[in-house]
């Protein structure tokens, strides 16, 4: 039997119609199973991870961030360390988390996951001091998150991404990001720093990386040229990136991304800041609520 639970629900008002739809849908899942639901809304960038924060353990049994990657980022942030368990509602625009996790976009899922899904403890990566659940990047995709109109994102959603990438390819040609894996260098068109199989949604770019890795994994892609960043988009789209003769994966315990300086850095979706910048595999850990554990954890060899 199913008990039930003391769920907090911490959401992004900032979302197109469809979203707060879903959302209700939602809610209205969890409600019908009996949870306690306490309801709390994001007022800004970084308020997710205060209300996360502020949080009590003996009050609560679950945290859900409902919302996209970057919600789900700042909730996180909030958590680690404190043994809190997070769930998700998959309501973002690539929500890749619940593709990795092996959760896709199904709500009826999601609102089991507080009272039936498998605990497990991952070390999340950090950023400076900032943590991720998911990657960091710097090149065109970076530049793509640093440009996109917000306004326009609540209206149209991924499009926004598209005229983005649009005008971005239009460019043509970009400087070499200068990157340093566990202290040898390295300069690349492209740099994403992941700690999850996927990209960009249902996209495999490192299919042999776990949430639950003690190291991230490097994928550096050479090109520069528009070219180069077409053919990418297309190997992204059969998850065969990390097979290209130009492409090189690593796996490290930390990376700095150094340069160009200024250059646009995202996380999880959001722009966090500009080169340079110093990447490291976290020592807290975050309980994070999924439906399979071996999506997530690397089995043990007997």
């Known amino acids: 039997m199913v008990r039930n639970r003391r769920i907090a629900v911490i959401y992004n008002p900032v979302a197109g119609f469809r979203q707060r739809g879903r959302l209700k849908r939602f809610l209205k899942h ?23 924060r502020d949080l009590d353990a003996d009050t609560v049994d679950a945290v859900v961030a409902a919302g996209g990657d970057g919600t789900i980022n700042e909730v ?18 690539a929500n890749v988390l619940a593709f990795e996790i092996g959760l896709g976009l199904n709500l009826r899922r ?8 498998v605990a497990v403890e991952i070390r999340p990566a950090l950023a400076d001091d900032r943590g991720f659940l998911l990657m ?24 926004a991404y598209v005229v ?22 390295y300069e690349a068109g492209l740099v994403v720093v992941t700690h999850a199989s996927h990209y960009a949604g ?47 994966v690593l796996q490290a315990q930390s990376v700095r991304i150094d340069g160009p300086a200024g ?17 490291t595999l976290g020592t807290k850990t975050l309980h994070l609520l999924v439906p399979d554990a071996g999506r997530v954890i690397r ?4």
């Not at 800041?273 to 990447?279: F, L, M, N, Q, V």
């Open 136 to 159: 960091v990047s710097a090149g065109p995709d970076a530049r793509v998150v640093a440009s996109v109109n917000s306004r326009l994102k609540r209206v149209i959603g991924k499009t």
């Open 110 to 117: 999601a609102a089991d996951l507080p009272a039936q899904g």
């Open 202 to 248: 249902p996209f495999v770019i490192a299919p042999e990386t776990r949430l639950g890795d003690d190291s991230v994994t490097v994928v550096l892609l050479e090109g520069r040229k528009r070219r180069a960043l077409l053919r990418y988009g297309l190997a992204l789209l059969t998850s065969r990136v990390a097979g290209l003769r130009d492409a090189t």
């Open 263 to 279: 250059e646009p850095i995202q996380s999880d979706g959001d722009l966090i800041g500009a080169a340079p910048i110093d990447i």
């Open 30 to 52: 969890l409600r019908r199973l009996g949870h306690e639901v306490l309801l709390r809304r994001t007022e800004g960038p970084g308020d997710a991870t205060l209300i996360a």
């Open 76 to 93: 996180a942030n909030g958590l680690i360390g404190r043994g809190i368990p997070l769930a998700i509602a998959p309501l973002g625009t």
């Open 164 to 185: 983005a990438a649009l005008r971005e390819i239009a460019r043509g040609r970009w400087q070499p990001i200068r990157v340093v894996v566990d202290g040898t260098p």
């Open 299 to 302: 089995p043990v060899s007997a």
